[in-house]
T-cell receptor, first 113, second 113 residues
Framework: SQQGEEDPQALSIQEGENATMNCSYK?????LQWYRQNSGRGLVHLIL?????REKHSGRLRVTLDTSKKSSSLLITASRAADTASYFC?????????????FGKGTLLTVNP | DVKVTQSSRYLVKRTGEKVFLECVQD?????MFWYRQDPGLGLRLIYF???????EKGDIPEGYSVSREKKERFSLILESASTNQTSMYLC????????????FGPGTRLLVL
């Protein structure tokens, strides 16, 4: 079953604008990760945020985590055409689970030049 | 850099054929995973392995088997391919804890006729 759900399903912006994607999940987590997938390729890990962290930065990426709302957001600043891809959140539910990193269905981001 | 390679990018097989998909990682990772990715369904875990010769079923193991004879290599086997196994297959690996960052291969797009 899907734990993380990304929102929106699709997002189209102009180059230079910021892009914000959200992920909501249902149960408590140990960590939450964001991945990028270019069309027809494998996923690439972007950032991992642990349940005791609230915000993390990596270059033009900013990830926030609100465990009280069970949600996370990924902000890409000053977007480029090369940022066009699908973005997935993945949650580590912790607890008794010993392997399941559960992926959402993704947000398709299109950055228009 | 971690490198995960998959034996084929594209594969066309006939219904009933036995199909082998191979994945190799070069970072001595303990864990390896096979996912399939379908439009609207996201990534679904088929099987994973946490050690040589060890395997665990994922969400959708029916119709598949796996083999891990060496640490760096994880094979997915479709015993008798069916058209509903047409999909993108993604292999991934991770270090010690299975919920940590996963490194993905480029994917194999399989078409079963």
């Amino acid at each position: 079953s899907q734990q993380g759900e990304e929102d929106p399903q699709a997002l189209s912006i102009q180059e230079g604008e910021n892009a914000t994607m959200n992920c909501s999940y249902k149960t408590s987590i140990n960590n939450l990760q964001w991945y990028r997938q270019n069309s027809g390729r494998g996923l690439v890990h972007l950032i991992l945020i642990r349940s005791n962290e609230r915000e993390k930065h990596s270059g033009r990426l900013r990830v926030t985590l609100d465990t009280s709302k069970k949600s996370s957001s990924l902000l890409i600043t000053a977007s480029r055409a090369a940022d066009t891809a699908s973005y997935f959140c993945a949650t580590d539910p912790g607890g008794g689970s010993n392997y399941k990193l559960t992926f959402g269905k993704g947000t398709l981001l299109t950055v228009n030049p | 850099d971690v490198k995960v390679t998959q034996s084929s990018r594209y594969l066309v097989k006939r219904t009933g054929e036995k199909v082998f998909l191979e994945c190799v990682q070069d970072m001595d990772h303990e864990n390896m995973f096979w996912y399939r990715q379908d439009p609207g369904l996201g990534l679904r875990l088929i099987y994973f392995s946490y050690d040589v010769k060890m395997k665990e079923k994922g969400d959708i193991p029916e119709g598949y088997s796996v083999s891990r004879e060496k640490k760096e290599r994880f094979s997915l086997i479709l015993e008798s391919a069916s058209t509903n196994q047409t999909s993108m297959y993604l292999c991934a690996s991770s270090w010690y804890r299975v919920q940590e960052t996963q490194y993905f291969g480029p994917g194999t797009r399989l078409l079963v006729l």
